[in-house]
């Protein structure tokens, strides 16, 4: 017990003293995830809007592809994007690997799902009244879309902090795709798992922390977009 003690004082010293190293690993997370998630609900919700507005043939396959994704191990979008962007991959050319670029394209592939599904729910929750009313008054389907957006907006809101809160967390993909190179690709996942085999248990706590702090500010104000939308 004393020796936790010690390293949550240890832990604590770090964050309050702006140690340059720990910020150095937050600012990279937070960069990469916002980037991420930003993306994933930017290309997520028109695609769960277009799937829950339109009856098409092979619409179940989609759905059923679209659910199973959400349950993918994260290092299997790990693999798959470590060999799109490999030197021997179709987009190897690029450059992307042990980027902070890469790390955002698998963390955008792991958020897709996520972002799409919560805005398919949100829009199949809607009254089916309302897009009678707006087609008989004539809206084009961009203003029906816009009207569509509007009234289903928490749920938007809340694809966008799900897509954020999946890729925060994360850690497989981070870890093959960005390599954990320290003031490039290290991210607060990573780097808590690394300094915790090194027996950096008061980095990893420190790290640990934050990364509980960021969940918490994050649920919180989604809890008070939710009571205001009440």
Do not use: C, H
Request: net charge positive; aromatic share 8%.
């Amino acid at each position: 017990m004393d020796s936790l003690l010690t390293a949550a004082r240890a832990a604590w010293d770090l964050l309050a003293g702006f140690d340059p190293e720990v910020w150095a690993v937050v600012w990279t997370s937070l960069r990469i995830s916002s980037a991420a998630a930003a993306l994933a609900a930017a290309a997520g919700v028109p695609l769960g809007m277009a799937i829950a507005l339109t009856r098409f043939r092979g619409r179940g396959a989609v759905l059923l592809l679209l659910n199973t994704s959400m349950a993918l191990p994260t290092v299997v979008i790990g693999l798959f994007t470590y060999a799109l962007i490999g030197r021997r991959g179709p987009l190897g050319a690029l450059g992307l690997l042990f980027t902070p670029s890469g790390i955002v394209l698998g963390e955008f592939l792991l958020a897709l799902p996520i972002a799409a599904s919560y805005a398919l729910t949100a829009v199949q929750a809607l009254d089916p009244r309302l897009f009678q009313t707006v087609r008989s008054l004539g809206a084009s389907r961009w203003q029906e879309a816009w009207v569509i957006v509007r009234e289903a907006r928490f749920g938007m809101v809340v694809a966008l902090v799900a897509s954020f809160g999946r890729t925060i967390a994360e850690v497989g993909v981070a870890m093959m795709l960005g390599g954990n190179i320290r003031g490039f690709t290290r991210t607060m996942t990573t780097a808590i798992a690394l300094e915790t085999s090194k027996g950096e248990f008061e980095l990893g706590l420190a790290l640990g922390a934050f990364l509980l702090a960021v969940a918490l500010v994050v649920n919180a104000g989604l809890y008070a977009l939710q009571r205001e939308a009440r």
